[in-house]
């Protein structure tokens, strides 16, 4: 009997015992759940702000590429107020003066003078590709971003006569190509003559002449070869600019030429170039 009632209490301790330890896992347990609730909840607001700091990255990223973009369309002064340049002009500046002398670039003290050099190179490199210059009768020179083409009159008219003569085309056409290569290019035609008077029906002097023959080389190089008229001017300059005494047959011929001036128009140009980039 006595051995009966130790067993049972035996049994009836182990059992308090399992009982006690059931209930402390179970607490654990619940502990257990209500951290990972927390943490489930912590990791979701981690989340949340962690999607505000990257879209707040995002704006500011984008913002950045905006200021990058409106920074690269700003102009900036060239010289006397007369010409406006983008930095992204500036850097298709950079490209084209790569090519050019770097002895000439480095006595470049503006970028005035650096933009210069540029243009200079442009149309240096047009009229080279034109064979303009190889012609005994045409005289090119090229001073900085202005160049001037001197046309002897048997090129391009007859003997006291402004109507322009079937072989002039073919220097026409090269004049055109270096006029059309470049959109804010404008030129003045001049027509010079000698220093012997003139006088007939349709031409009362040398100024009439000189400036008829300016006019018909501004209208053919409009209607024949498609030259803008908005880009040309047309002057006469009859005898009193000669490139030499008019005192033998020799030298009144070289007086009697057609001289085109093409400069660029500064403002046109850097326009052109900032509305391309």
């Known amino acids: 009997m006595r051995k009966i009632s130790i067993l049972l209490l035996a049994i009836t301790v182990s059992s308090c015992v399992a009982k006690k330890k059931y209930v402390a896992l179970e607490q654990e347990n619940g502990e257990i759940r209500s951290e990972l609730q927390k943490t489930r909840v912590a990791k ?4 949340a702000k962690f999607d505000k700091i990257q879209a707040r990255v995002d704006e500011y990223n984008s913002k950045i590429s905006s200021l990058k973009e409106e920074n690269d369309a700003k102009y900036e002064v060239v010289g006397d107020n007369t010409a406006i340049m983008s930095n992204n002009s500036k850097k298709v500046m950079r490209e084209t003066l790569a090519k050019v002398d770097a002895n000439k670039v480095r006595q470049a003290r503006t970028l005035k003078d650096s933009m210069n050099l540029a243009i200079a190179y442009n149309l240096e490199k047009t009229i080279s590709a034109s064979n303009m210059n190889e012609d005994e009768d045409i005289a090119v020179d090229i001073n900085e971003t202005v160049v001037m083409i001197s046309i002897s009159d048997n090129m391009l008219f007859n003997t006291g006569s402004y109507q322009i003569s079937s072989k002039a085309d073919t220097i026409l056409k090269k004049l055109a190509d270096v006029i059309n290569s470049e959109p804010s290019l404008e030129v003045m035609v001049e027509g010079h003559t000698d220093s012997r008077t003139i006088s007939t029906a349709n031409i009362a002097d ?9 006019t018909s080389v501004v209208r053919k190089l409009q209607e024949k070869f498609e030259v ?5 001017i047309a002057a006469g300059r009859s005898s009193y600019q000669p490139l030499v005494e008019n005192d033998s047959k020799e ?10 001036v093409i400069l660029p128009n500064i403002d046109k140009f850097f326009a052109l170039m900032a509305s391309n980039n």
């Open 251 to 260: 030298n009144m011929a070289r007086n009697r030429r057609t001289r085109i």
């Open 44 to 47: 979701e607001d981690l989340e």
């Open 228 to 232: 803008a008229p908005e880009k040309m």
């Open 206 to 214: 040398n100024w009439d002449l000189s400036v008829l023959r300016a």
